[in-house]
């Protein structure tokens, strides 16, 4: 069993759709979790970064994490074409220390 | 405010070849991590290197070595490639300090390095 699972997709939604990506794990000794936006041929750029469980909201975006089932959520509300990238769950345990654990990621397309 | 820069962005090698990537770091970051990420797959750690030493290595083999420079620079060099070894590698910086400073131990990528090994 890998560290982290996330379902590659791709997904696609109509534009102003919830959109639902989701990550479980088995290491329970993860601590710290992000979520990061990947376009075509680019560099991944942080989205989400949130410690422990709970929900943290930004704009559009909400990460949830759930350690007692070991997995994380990121929603996006009202979704829009510019959304449309590969969107890649990672988590680390320390604080310390960048040996991020990535998910595999999930190709989102919003059509307009 | 610049971001991480990598060179080069695209380049092709045969198998046994050697090859040697650059990175520089966002301004005011002194840590330098890269990553390996094959195709359709999410990035995975080789290493780390921060005041111009290795401060942690993922499952990579020796032929995988780093250097940081004094101005927190990094090259990554593979040797006797092979083609399993075709990938995008990516170069983060990050600020590392164990004080709570907001920001602090985040990583910022750059855009990578495209490796073609035939």
């Known amino acids: 069993q890998k560290e982290v699972e996330q379902d590659p997709g791709p997904l696609s939604v109509p534009e102003g759709a919830i959109v639902s990506l989701n990550c479980t794990y088995s290491?329970?000794?993860?601590?710290?979790f992000m979520w990061y936006r990947q376009y075509s041929r680019k560099g991944p750029e942080l989205l989400m970064y949130?410690?422990?469980?709970g929900n943290k909201e930004d704009g559009r975006f909400t990460a949830q994490v759930d350690k007692s089932s070991k997995y994380i959520s990121l929603f996006i509300r009202d979704s829009q074409p510019s959304d449309s990238a590969t969107y890649l769950c990672?988590?680390?345990?320390?604080?310390?220390?960048?040996?991020?654990?990535f998910g595999k990621g999930t190709t989102l397309s919003v059509s307009s | 405010e610049t971001g991480v820069t990598q060179s080069p962005t695209h380049l092709i090698k045969t198998r046994g070849q050697q090859v040697t990537l650059r990175c520089s770091s966002q301004?005011?970051?002194?840590?330098v991590s890269w990553y390996q990420q094959a195709l359709g797959q999410g990035p995975q750690f080789i290493f780390q290197?921060?005041?111009?030493?290795?401060?942690g290595r993922g499952n990579f083999p020796p032929r995988f070595s780093g250097l940081q420079f004094p101005n927190y620079s990094s090259e990554l060099n593979v040797n006797a490639l092979e083609l399993d070894d075709s990938a995008l590698y990516l170069c983060?910086?990050?600020?590392?300090?164990?004080?709570?400073?907001?920001?602090?131990?985040?990583?910022?990528f750059g855009a990578g390095s495209r490796l073609t090994v035939l």
């Open positions: 983060a910086s990050s600020l590392e300090t164990r004080v709570g400073l907001a920001g602090a131990n985040v990583l910022t």
């Open positions: 290491n329970s000794a993860f601590q710290y």
């Open positions: 949130t410690y422990s469980s």
């Open positions: 990672a988590m680390k345990v320390d604080q310390a220390g960048t040996a991020l654990i």
């Open positions: 301004s005011g970051h002194n840590t």
């Open positions: 290197y921060y005041r111009e030493e290795e401060n």
